[in-house]
């Protein structure tokens, strides 16, 4: 069965450092991949999407992630961080009817 | 930009009621959605509709939940009578059309809670 693993719960970094969110699936054929965001009290924002061609995607806010196959790893970055990406993050894989499976998600601190 | 609405944004229900929970998809979209959140968990995939119908449904899409949509508008999620671990966030999402390139927009979700 399809899975989406966010290994980090939590992750701590200080504002302008570069941050790493790690998502690794399990999927038989290509994937489908989606990162999303949530801030406390707000919905899903979707900040970007792999479907095919070019491994390395860009997204809104200055996020890219990039898809390697032989490791099953959807990994989300931004080289620097701004005190208003705390929020948690979400990784998800498209199955059966397009339904999202989710990661646990990892909730990002930025410290001043 | 288009969005989808859910409301209301928090319900209070005793255990044992119905509730019902709205959501307004955006307008030129076919497909829907809803997941939950209970507090402190992962996002979860409760039941996807196209067409009318139930395309697919998760275990915890019981006998308790329905969907519908009453109108051209509007998308309701249904809980005959409510338990306490009924608690939690709903979201509601949709989709332009096929694809599993197409992305799911998400409202900003009904937090319910179940006295």
């Known amino acids: 069965a399809q899975s989406v693993t966010q290994p980090d719960i939590h992750i701590t970094v200080s504002e302008g450092a570069s941050l790493e969110l790690r998502c690794n699936y399990s999927y038989g054929a290509t994937p489908y991949l989606f990162w999303y965001v949530q801030s406390p009290g707000q919905g899903l924002q979707l900040l970007l999407k792999?479907?095919?061609?070019?491994?390395l995607v860009q997204g809104i806010k200055g996020f890219e992630a990039e898809f390697k196959r032989s490791q099953s790893s959807f990994n989300l970055r931004k080289p620097s961080v701004h005190w208003s990406d705390a929020a948690e993050y979400f990784c998800a894989v498209v199955s059966g009817t397009y339904k999202y499976i989710f990661g646990t998600g990892t909730r990002l601190k930025v410290l001043a | 930009e288009p969005e989808v609405t859910q409301t209301p944004s928090h319900q209070v229900t005793q255990m044992g009621q119905e509730v019902i929970l709205r959501c307004v998809p955006i307008?030129?979209?076919?497909?829907f959605y809803w997941y939950r959140q209970i507090l402190g968990q992962k996002v979860e995939f409760l039941v996807s509709f196209y067409n009318n119908e139930i395309s697919e449904k998760s275990e915890i899409f019981d006998d308790q939940f329905s969907v519908e949509r009453p109108d051209g508008s509007n998308f309701t999620l249904k809980i005959r009578s409510t338990k306490l671990e009924d608690s939690a966030m709903y979201f509601c999402a949709s989709r332009r059309d096929r694809g599993g390139n197409q992305p799911q927009h998400f409202g900003d979700g009904t937090r319910l809670s179940i006295l």
């Open positions: 307008s030129n979209h076919l497909y």
């Open positions: 792999y479907f095919s061609g070019d491994t």
